[in-house]
């Protein structure tokens, strides 16, 4: 079992950037897939960005893309959720998702995660 842990959040004003970020305690993330959620008040958790265990796939939910890059180190210790041009709407709850599924291709549903973390928010202001 891995357990996740999220830090990076904050207040922001409109426009700004944020960078995310998510470790495993104790051990690297090379052996997951990795994906990135978010819930706002009231809302679903909404699927925000996910890349393959190799890090060669990466894919984005469509109210973040080109504007959030989703990152993984090296040695895959950490993973990074880089985010520019934040609104309003940005403004929520952001999980750090482990699978420890095998596929070639990244996981955009989160029944597909076996591991999450607490959470970290992020608010921006208009």
């Known amino acids: 079992q891995v357990q996740l842990v999220e830090s990076g959040g904050g207040l922001v004003q409109a426009g700004g950037s944020l960078r995310l970020s998510c470790a495993a305690s104790g051990r690297s993330l090379g052996s997951y897939a990795m994906g990135w959620f978010r819930q706002a008040p009231g809302k679903e958790r909404e699927f925000v960005a996910a890349v393959t265990r190799s890090g060669s796939i990466t894919i984005y939910g469509d109210s973040v893309k080109g504007r959030f890059t989703l990152s993984r180190d090296n040695a895959k210790v950490t993973v990074y959720l880089q985010m520019n041009s934040l609104n309003a709407e940005d403004t929520a709850v952001y999980y750090c998702?482990?699978?420890?599924?095998?596929?070639?291709?990244?996981?955009?549903?989160?029944?597909?995660?076996?591991?999450w973390g607490q959470g970290t928010q992020v608010t921006v202001s208009a």
């Open positions: 998702a482990a699978s420890e599924r095998a596929s070639l291709v990244p996981f955009g549903r989160r029944n597909e995660y076996d591991y």
